[in-house]
């Protein structure tokens, strides 16, 4: 299966989106297509051997769309996406300019008759049926023109949109006009006044066109975070090819260039430093404000900034594959996506135009059945069907999304769909991993003792024992053992490790070469419940490695031939934000849990430090899963925050899994929400975004339905026979055509969220 996107034209509402959606459904090889009509994106899975975009596209022409490929996420493309907004803006805007000049003046003329006063300065001529048909053709075939058509392709394939009411509506005021204007007898031997609604008609047309221009300038609006993001790409690059410096254009930028980066430049691409040095300001990927060292074989990242040196880095990623292309990306395909909440809306949107016209045909039936008066029946049905407006249901949920997962990537929290961004307000459970994720992911060895206590050729060839061993491990832990006997003095080459093993969770063994005896050893090195199960005697240390755990140290003992020789006291610095986080979260009311491999008393003093009460000690990789499980099982709903290739089981299993940005790929992948910058506070942001967006979605639903539900009563007439008021259809078009502006312009309130 491969996935697509697709950028869609034509549509008019909700009820379009739907239709495409199930169009595209229907081909042989589509696995799944999700419509966006705030974005106006399809998102397609498919089978390439089954189906081709060729195919697809035709499909969604043959529906009376039109579909083309998303530019790829490049410099310059979101460039053209907006050049393209702009242009169809435009168009809008001059047929809003027209109609509304038109509309002036039929309204204008109409005032002595909607009035009954004799106006002198207005000439007699303006409300002659004739002169107002002249006026009012124009803007029904030029400015309605979208909606005619799209009525009618609507027609070809036997169902409805909003088209179709605007179109019915508008048609049937400017029908029964020209009735009237040709045909005046019919009404008066009916004992009926002869009246015409050609200003109506116009003015409903224009205002409604309006509407959509001022919604499509809105949800512009919506997608402001992935304009700030691509504005942050540099333009140009400085290469360095054949000896000559080059100034190049971002996107002619090749793996393996040469760059050259001076002061107060920004880093073109990703790659790695190959000469120079410099500080770096990574606020943007990362959050953090403190500008970060780089030197010969560190990274750099695309669209960071150089600050004090000049350096030169060989490009490792270009174009689409850089950090900044990928953050985009998943900025997008978030925004693309499609929340459970907004299925309710989608179910009621397919119904909604062919229920509203049913609605309007029963208007017309009961007043024309009860009074006989065709014009009272004919302007209540038009109201009707113009007041109705599937836009704001179908703009509720999407546009809400967008502005949200926009703030969330402005915050360094990158969410990968609208169900994860939706699921997160009803978190209870906050599961934490230690190493990484609480502390700092960096431990250090801090303490070292031999069975004999003292400093001699046996405790550095003990250690250089070690350093050999966990040389051949890619724990984190191992790493600080291996760095600490360097600082030793043990520069020289280790020795020779045979039949080395990983056991998980416990730690690591193999056969080394002991130098001054010149014999193999078996050294196994790990935690004490291993060397418990191994049935080696920890006696000769046992009081010293309780003293480091009190103090949240990890011990990792030395066992050579079955015997223990030594005990390495390793400790991992807490994240300085990581108390302030875990408040943070137990003030929102949520269960903040601690779940790491590490040995009892090392986690319960940790998790003292950063105020967690509960905590899961010694749990083995494969056994996060499971206690992720048990949480669920208590019918809590569960986020797993953690970075390490461990932890990636786990982070799917949760409702919601958080991966810390700075962790491994594996972890990212199997997350629903990462973390740039590493900062626990993220969890935070996160959650209070999901709160905000929600807040937002359900006020938006609220609008959309209760305005439907007030507004086709009132326009029914349903009023009338108490009160004697009828909706005027110029007012019911006004109504609906800012019906959906205002739930777009309440979705951009959440770009003032704050976390």
Avoid at 237 to 252: H, S, T, V
Avoid at 342 to 365: C, E, M, N, Y
Avoid at 423 to 451: C, E, F, R, W
Avoid at 688 to 699: C, D, E, G, V
Wanted: aromatic share 6%; hydrophobic share 45%.
């Amino acid at each position: 299966m491969e996935t697509i996107n697709l950028r869609l034209k034509g549509m008019g509402c909700a009820a379009c989106a739907n239709k495409i959606e199930n169009v595209i459904q229907e081909l042989s090889g589509v696995g799944d297509c999700s419509v966006n009509f705030a974005l106006e994106i399809a998102k397609v899975d498919y089978n390439p051997q089954q189906a081709s975009l060729k195919t697809i596209q035709e499909a969604v022409a043959d529906a009376g769309y039109g579909a083309e490929p998303l530019q790829e996420i490049a410099a310059g493309g979101e460039d053209r996406e907006k050049a393209a907004r702009e242009a169809e803006q435009k168009e809008l805007k001059s047929k809003v300019v027209f109609g509304s000049i038109i509309s002036l003046v039929l309204v204008i003329g109409s005032l002595p008759a909607m009035t009954g006063l004799h106006i002198p300065f207005l000439p007699v001529w303006l409300h002659n049926p004739i002169v107002q048909l002249v006026l009012s053709t124009p803007v029904m075939v030029w400015c309605g023109q979208s909606f005619f058509v799209g009525a009618w392709k609507s027609l070809q394939r036997q169902t409805a949109d909003m088209n179709s009411l605007v179109a019915l509506g508008t048609g049937a005021a400017y029908s029964y006009s020209l009735v009237a204007t040709f045909f005046p007898i019919f009404f008066l031997d009916r004992g009926l006044e002869v009246q015409v609604y050609y200003e109506p008609a116009a003015v409903i047309i224009t205002l409604i066109l309006l509407g959509r221009f001022l919604e499509s300038r809105a949800r512009g609006q919506t997608s402001e975070a992935i304009r700030k993001l691509m504005g942050l790409q540099a333009k140009t690059a400085r290469a360095i090819r054949n000896g000559r410096e080059i100034d190049l254009p971002i996107e002619e930028v090749q793996l393996g260039d040469i760059i050259l980066v001076r002061p107060g430049e920004k880093i073109p691409t990703d790659g790695e430093v190959v000469e120079g040095s410099s500080t770096v300001d990574e606020a943007m990927v990362t959050g953090e404000p403190v500008p970060v060292q780089k030197q010969a074989g560190d990274e750099v990242i695309g669209a960071t900034l150089n600050k004090t040196g000049s350096f030169k880095f060989r490009a490792s990623r270009v174009g689409k594959d850089t950090v900044l292309a990928q953050i985009v990306k998943l900025v997008q395909d978030a925004q693309g996506s499609k929340a459970p909440i907004q299925k309710l809306a989608d179910r009621i949107t397919a119904w909604f135009v062919p229920g509203v016209i049913a609605i309007a045909i029963a208007t017309f039936i009961i007043w024309f059945n009860f009074t006989g008066n065709i014009t009272l029946a004919t302007i209540t049905s038009v109201g009707v069907l113009i007041i109705a407006c599937p836009c704001a249901l179908g703009l509720a949920t999407p546009t809400s999304i967008m502005v949200g997962t926009g703030k969330g990537a402005e915050n360094g929290v990158l969410i990968k769909g609208a169900d994860s961004l939706e699921l997160a307000h009803k978190l209870q459970t906050i599961v934490l991993d230690k190493t990484g994720t609480i502390t700092q992911g960096k431990p250090s060895v801090t303490n070292y003792a031999t069975v004999r206590g003292t400093a001699d050729n046996n405790e550095l060839e003990l250690l250089r024992l070690a350093a050999a061993l966990e040389g051949k491990s890619e724990h984190p832990l191992a790493e600080a053992i291996v760095q600490y006997a360097r600082s030793q003095g043990l520069e020289e080459s280790l020795p020779e490790v045979e039949n080395f093993e990983a056991v998980p969770g416990m730690g690591v063994r193999g056969i080394v070469c002991d130098r001054l005896t010149s014999c193999d050893r078996l050294v196994q090195i790990g935690t004490k419940r291993w060397m418990d199960e191994l049935g080696i005697d920890t006696e000769a240390l046992e009081s010293q490695g309780q003293a480091w755990q009190a103090e949240a140290k990890t011990t990792a003992w030395i066992a050579v031939d079955g015997k223990i020789e030594g005990l390495l006291a390793i400790a991992d610095a807490i994240k300085e934000r990581s108390p302030e986080a875990v408040r943070q979260l137990q003030k929102m009311g949520l269960e903040v849990v601690m779940l790491t491999g590490d040995n009892r008393q090392t986690a319960e003093a940790i998790a003292r430090e950063v105020g967690i009460e509960r905590v899961f000690a010694e749990v083995h990789p494969d056994q996060k899963v499971e206690r992720v499980k048990a949480l669920q099982s208590e019918n809590k709903i569960v986020a797993m925050v953690g970075d390490g290739i461990n932890d990636a089981p786990a982070l799917a299993q949760a409702d919601v899994g958080m991966a810390i940005g700075t962790g491994t790929d594996v972890a990212i992948a199997a997350s629903d929400i990462t973390l740039i910058s590493g900062d626990l506070r993220g969890i935070v942001t996160a959650i209070q975004l999901s709160r905000a967006t929600m807040k937002n979605i359900r006020q938006n639903l609220f609008f959309a339905y209760i305005y439907n539900v007030l507004a086709i009563p009132i326009a029914a007439g349903i009023l009338y026979p108490i009160f004697g008021w009828l909706l005027n259809p110029i007012i019911a078009g006004a109504a609906m055509a800012f019906s959906s502006v205002s739930v777009v312009t309440n979705a951009l309130r959440l770009r003032n969220f704050q976390p």
